[in-house]
Structure formats: C-alpha cells, structure tokens
T-cell receptor
Framework: NAGVTQTPKFQVLKTGQSMTLQCAQD?????MYWYRQDPGMGLRLIYY???????DKGEVPNGYNVSRLNKREFSLRLESAAPSQTSVYFC??????????????FGPGTRLTVT | AQTVTQSQPEMSVQEAETVTLSCTYD???????LFWYKQPPSRQMILVIR??????QNATENRFSVNFQKAAKSFSLKISDSQLGDAAMYFC????????????FGTGTRLKVLA
C-alpha cells in the first residue's frame, strides 16, 4: 500500500517550458487535491477534485490546469512555466466512500524551480 | 469564507518541556473538523491529531493533546515532554462538513527543540 505517490520529486524548468506533475493514490479515495507551499504562506490550494469526473479551482489556480484521469490519478499541468511558480507542490487525497471523514493523506512533494 | 490563523511563526522549547502552539479559525458552520499536521525536514506531511467539533472532549494522542474552545474558535496543540524529533513545521487545518471538500490551512509554526 503505497499511499499517495508523486512524480517527479525534483524538476528544474526554464521560463516558458511546460510540464505535468503526476499523482496517484491507492486508497480508493474520492477526493484529490493539489497544493503549493511557499515560505510563510502555508499550503495554498491550486485545484481539487471532489470525485472522479469533477474538478474545481482553489485559491491560486492561475497558470495551472488539472486532469482527473480516473479515480486513482490526478495530474497538474503547467503550460508555460514562470519563475513565480517556483515552489514545492503537494498532492493529497481523502474520503473513502462509506467511511467517516478522514484526514488528508499527502504525497512526498515535488520541488519545482523555474529559472 | 473560512480562515485559519497561526500567529506564532516560530516557537522554541527545551527538550522534555511542554509547549503550546496556537491556532484560531473563523467559520459560520456548526460542524467541522480540525487537524494538526507536522512537517519535518523530510517535507512529508504527517497527521498529528484531529478533533471533531461536535465532540466536546479534547483529543489526545500520546504526548500530543489539543485545547479545543469552540466558542472562542480556538484549537491549540500542546506537546508534552518535547523530544528532538518534534522539531518541525506544524500546520493547523480546518475542514467543513456542509458540502465543501476544501481543507483550509494556516501558515504554520516552526518549532525548534533545544537540547
């Protein structure tokens, strides 16, 4: 049982390049989330998917797109990377059907640097 | 909109002593969940403790306990017998129950444990 996995762990991009961050969970969770973490800002929600087939904007969605590929996988895409997107990105999941509300389970994070 | 405030960017505690981290939140909901997460230097987010608002009894997990004051909208974390391994960033988080799937995080408190 791997929990939440993210790839890659580290990435350096040049301004204007694109990339996709991959996330998968094996806990049969309905909801999945993408956050970014910046010093002094805590965790800010970029996008989330309450259930398979739905996605919604969070607090800081500009410059990002997401795809909920299936129940297990939720990817985050940067179409044209900017230095302001330098951050640590976390994927998380929660809420298995039929069970009480659970906490979020987090992936190990991706450190992205845009030069 | 709900907000979570952690007013202590950094705290220090002597090994074996007790420390309390503060968290306040704002909400109009009557039922919700509150969490404390720990983020050590490895970056992995780890759940420390959770509290359900409809439960009056404060949650406890070994050396970790909370002081939940619903009327004051306060949710502090007490760490007893502090250990070097407790050094980390601690995040307070809120999750409502009325149709939203979002978790709201505070900006975090960095805890240093002095030997």
């Amino acid at each position: 049982n791997a929990g939440v996995t993210q790839t890659p762990k580290f990435q350096v991009l040049k301004t204007g390049q694109s990339m996709t961050l991959q996330c998968a969970q094996d806990m049969n969770h309905n909801s999945m989330y993408w956050y970014r973490q910046d010093p002094g800002m805590g965790l800010r929600l970029i996008y989330y998917s309450a259930s398979e087939g739905t996605t919604d904007k969070g607090e800081v969605p500009n410059g990002y797109n997401v795809s909920r590929l299936n129940k297990r996988e939720f990817s985050l895409r940067l179409e044209s990377a900017a230095p302001s997107q330098t951050s640590v990105y976390f994927c998380a999941s929660s809420e298995a059907s039929g069970l009480p509300l659970s906490e979020q389970y987090f992936g190990p994070g991706t450190r992205l640097t845009v030069t | 909109a709900q907000t979570v405030t952690q007013s202590q960017p950094e705290m220090s505690v002597q090994e074996a002593e007790t420390v309390t981290l503060s968290c306040t939140y704002d909400t109009s909901e009557s039922d919700y969940y509150l969490f404390w997460y720990k983020q050590p230097p490895s970056r992995q987010m780890i759940l420390v403790i959770r509290q359900e608002a409809y439960k009056q009894q404060n949650a406890t997990e070994n050396r970790f306990s909370v002081n939940f004051q619903k009327a004051a909208k306060s949710f502090s974390l007490k760490i007893s017998d502090s250990q070097l391994g407790d050094a980390a960033m601690y995040f307070c988080a809120y999750r409502g129950t009325s149709g939203t799937y979002k978790y709201i995080f505070g900006t975090g408190t960095r805890l240093k444990v002095l030997a």
